[in-house]
């Protein structure tokens, strides 16, 4: 009992991420995961010193260059090093995913725990506008919106934003629904709390973990719709050096010089992968039955 | 100290033709002070009674009055300063993942009571626990630790009608008998109105004056404690009901 006061002296929520990154790194797959947005971020916040060449410097003596020598990934058809392109690639790509995680996240969760704890008609005109939206695949949904948006990142980040809440807002909804009842949720009417009052302070801290697990989960395919609307000419417009706009460039030379479709290729496959395998992970860390065993 | 008063309540569910009532009639009355039970077996509607007492459940007929006043009349925070509830399982009513010290300020808050730090330490010394107990959480607490505060969060408000919702049903016995004897002492300090759902025949002998037993939604009979010797009860189902309860004491 003793341990448990000395342990819980120690600021809670530094305390509660560090068991959540240590029980991430004990599995193989999940500390991979983590290891590789380690990585993204890092070289994400170190860009200007990790690229070798300026990302948008032209050098048509050379282009086209296959990798190795001076140009570690090779160049593209205008001379550009693929490698800086990509490393450059990397706050575009973490600029997407931060700017919809933090959209999508309140609007979903805001959604689902009003429309699950108020209920009736309130619930059932909520859901009908979710389905509405989830009825539509979320890249042709996205589509449409940066067709009448015009093509731009940050349209781009607003169409993939408005496609990707209604999930997070029927996990809300659901665990709403499984906790509305709770004897806690009586006994915090009881107190004459507000219905804001306990959806924020009751509902939402409950909702918290799975939405977070399934806004990281989500990360992958938020990364890929930008990739693809990037490949459609949708998203980033050329020169940026955005992955997925990078591979549209490089499929007309793709027979003839493979690095320039591969290396973009390789970095939405394992920032992706590694995406999906931290989700997973945190989903079992997360686990209020392992956080008991801990 | 206030007295309460149920007139007539009833619980219909559907219309017309289809119209179930769950609820028929139920009329009691409660004086000031006064322990009162309400027994039955599960299914029974006495857990019902107090969710409709504290409006947790709305669609009922009929008055219920606290100290002449009717609940449907009384303001929200009156009325949370009037009733409150003590829930059957500890492990359900806590917010697991808020420590005891935000389950006990948040009333407050609402309320916007002053000397918030005093009133908690009284609440949490009154209920029998340490002062260091307002920074756990729920899953360092056991079971009856856990009842404790749920308690401790129901007088935090100075309610004068306290709702027992078999507040002992889900502890093990020798808690049990800790959190009983707490429940009575404090209303021999602090003078409460209980009213008390069990299933416990035991529970209802060393805590109640009356106790009203209930069938199919019906009060069938209301008794005094001393019935329970000898089992002077009238109506067959209350006779049936505290005979088997007697055997199985003895079985035992």
């Known amino acids: 009992m003793t341990a448990q006061i000395a342990k819980s002296s120690i600021p809670g929520p530094m305390q509660a991420l560090w068991n959540i990154v240590r029980f991430l790194l004990k599995s193989p797959t999940s500390a991979f995961g983590l290891i590789v947005i380690a990585v993204l971020v890092i070289v994400a916040l170190l860009a200007p010193w990790i690229a070798t060449h300026d990302p948008y410097a032209q050098d048509l003596q050379n282009v086209l260059q296959a990798p190795g020598g001076a140009h570690l990934f090779g160049t593209d058809e205008l001379g550009r090093d693929i490698f800086s392109r990509i490393v450059w690639g990397t706050r575009i790509t973490l600029t997407i995913i931060f700017l919809v995680s933090i959209v999508v996240g309140p609007i979903g969760l805001a959604v689902g725990t009003t429309s699950g704890y108020i209920g009736g008609k309130f619930d059932t005109v909520m859901m009908r506008i979710t389905d509405i939206f989830l009825s539509f695949p979320s890249l042709i949904l996205s589509l449409a919106f940066v067709a009448a948006l015009g ?38 009417r009881l107190q004459g709390a507000s219905t804001g009052r306990i959806i924020f302070k009751s509902i939402v801290p409950m909702c918290l973990p799975s939405v977070l697990i399934r806004i990281t989960l989500n990360m992958a395919t938020v990364i890929l719709t930008a990739a693809g609307l990037g490949f459609l000419g949708l998203g980033a417009q050329p020169p ?31 920032v992706s ?21 801990k | ?43 029974s509607g006495k857990s019902t009674i107090l969710r409709c007492m504290s409006l947790l459940l709305t669609q009922w007929d009929g008055k219920i009055t606290i100290g002449g006043k009717d609940v449907r009349q009384m303001p929200l925070i009156e009325r949370c300063r009037t009733l409150q509830m003590v829930f059957q399982d500890p492990y359900g009513s806590l917010h697991p993942r808020q420590s005891v010290r935000t389950v006990l300020h948040e009333p407050l808050r609402i309320h916007g009571m002053d000397n918030r730090q005093e009133r908690m330490e009284r609440a949490i010394t ?12 729920p899953h360092q607490l056991s079971g009856g630790q856990r009842q404790r505060v749920a308690i401790a969060r129901a007088l935090i408000l100075e309610p004068s009608v306290l709702l027992l919702d078999e507040p002992t049903s889900a502890l093990d016995v020798s808690v049990q008998a800790e959190i009983l004897n707490l429940l009575s002492d404090l209303r021999a300090k602090r003078g409460f109105t209980y009213i008390m759902v069990s299933h416990d025949l035991a529970v209802v002998d060393y805590m109640c004056d009356r106790f009203a037993v209930m069938q199919a939604g019906e009060i069938v009979e ?11 009860a009238t109506k067959p189902y209350a006779r049936q009901l505290i005979e088997a309860s007697l055997e199985y004491d003895s079985a035992v």
């Not at chain 1, 781009?156 to 709770?182: K, M, Q």
């Not at chain 1, 992968?273 to 065993?293: E, T």
């Not at chain 2, 008063?5 to 000031?32: E, Q, W, Y």
């Open chain 1, 240 to 270: 940026m050096p955005e992955w997925g706009a990078m591979i549209a460039m490089g499929r007309r030379y793709m027979i003839d010089s493979w690095w320039l479709v591969t290396f973009p290729g390789i970095a939405i496959l394992c």
């Open chain 1, 151 to 188: 093509p731009s990142l940050n349209n781009a980040i607003i169409a993939i934003a408005l496609t990707s809440w209604p999930p997070i807002a029927r996990l809300a909804r659901a665990e709403t629904l499984t906790f509305r009842s709770a004897d806690y949720v009586a006994a915090a």
């Open chain 2, 222 to 232: 209301i008794l005094d404690r001393e019935a329970l010797d000898g089992n002077k």
């Open chain 1, 273 to 293: 992968l590694a995406f999906n395998l931290l989700g997973d992970g945190l989903r079992d860390a997360l686990d209020p039955k392992q956080m008991n065993r």
């Open chain 2, 1 to 43: 100290m206030k007295s309460v008063d149920i007139r007539n309540l009833s619980i219909t569910l559907g219309h017309g033709a289809k119209a179930v009532k769950i609820l028929p009639d139920v009329s009691f009355s409660v004086a000031k002070g006064e322990c009162f039970g309400l027994v039955g077996e599960s299914g």
């Open chain 2, 126 to 137: 009154e209920v029998g626990l340490p002062v260091d107990f307002l920074d756990r959480y």
